[in-house]
């Protein structure tokens, strides 16, 4: 157990829908990092958040955005949905933000678009 | 800006044989690297990471991997592998002293190798 806590973890939706992916960092944990696992694409980074803040965003579209509330959780919102956004989206946690802090991973939340 | 090739898609293997799965880098920064193993409906393990220092580094499940900045690889290995080794093993790095300051810590996966362990 990572520690780290994704919900739903599988979602079934249907194009031009809008879902909302949660997750909860691991205890102590400020910055939460947001990647989209596909057969095609493979693991893409999309966005980091660090204490509430955005500090870096990858390959993410404008569909999609995301938040850290104040509690540390956080939310991927994907709107406009298409075929082509089924895929294995996973949240991560380290403690702080920089680079070589080990990043604990959540099980994912599988999405499907039918 | 940073990427990762792993050579092989797919590597089987007998239980008890030796594993090696290889995985080259590129980047215009140094970096930091890291392995991480998925088990099938499951999220991304660590299990190791080089940060600095020994070029040879010890995870859990008795892996290892070494670092050559020369030939810019860092390949995992496994002395002898166990039934429970089945799985995908991604090999990744996170840039230091990224232009701009923009990487934070961000992770640049390859694609994946998966390990078949046979009795």
């Known amino acids: 157990d990572s520690g780290v806590t994704q919900t739903p973890k599988h979602l079934i939706t249907a194009t031009g829908q809008r879902v909302t992916l949660r997750c909860s960092p691991r205890?102590?944990?400020?910055?939460v990092y947001w990647y989209q696992q596909s057969l095609d694409q493979g693991l893409q980074f999309l966005i980091q958040?660090?204490?509430?803040?955005?500090?870096a965003k990858g390959n993410i579209l404008e569909r999609f955005s995301a938040q850290q509330f104040p509690d540390l959780h956080s939310e991927l919102n994907l709107s406009s949905l298409e075929l082509g956004d089924s895929a294995l989206y996973f949240c991560?946690?380290?403690?702080?933000?920089?680079?070589?802090?080990?990043?604990?991973f959540g099980d994912g939340t599988r999405l499907s678009i039918l | 800006a940073q990427s990762v090739t792993q050579l092989d898609s797919q590597v089987p293997v007998f239980e008890e044989a030796p594993v090696e799965l290889r995985c080259n880098y590129s980047?215009?920064?140094?970096?930091?690297l890291f392995w991480y193993v998925q088990y099938p409906n499951q999220g991304l393990q660590l299990l190791l990471k080089?940060?600095?220092?020994?070029?040879l580094v010890k995870g859990i499940n008795g892996f290892e991997a070494e670092f050559n900045k020369s030939q810019t690889s860092f390949h995992l290995r496994k002395p002898s592998v166990h039934i429970s080794d089945t799985a995908e093993y991604f090999c990744?790095?996170?840039?230091?002293?990224?232009?701009?300051?923009?990487?934070?810590?961000?992770?640049?996966f390859g694609q994946g190798t998966i390990l078949t362990v046979h009795p």
């Open positions: 991560a946690s380290s403690p702080m933000t920089g680079v070589g802090q080990p990043q604990h």
């Open positions: 205890s102590g944990d400020l910055s």
């Open positions: 958040y660090y204490n509430g803040e955005e500090r």
């Open positions: 980047s215009s920064v140094s970096v930091y």
């Open positions: 080089y940060l600095s220092g020994s070029t």
């Open positions: 990744a790095v996170s840039g230091i002293g990224n232009a701009g300051g923009t990487s934070y810590g961000k992770l640049t």
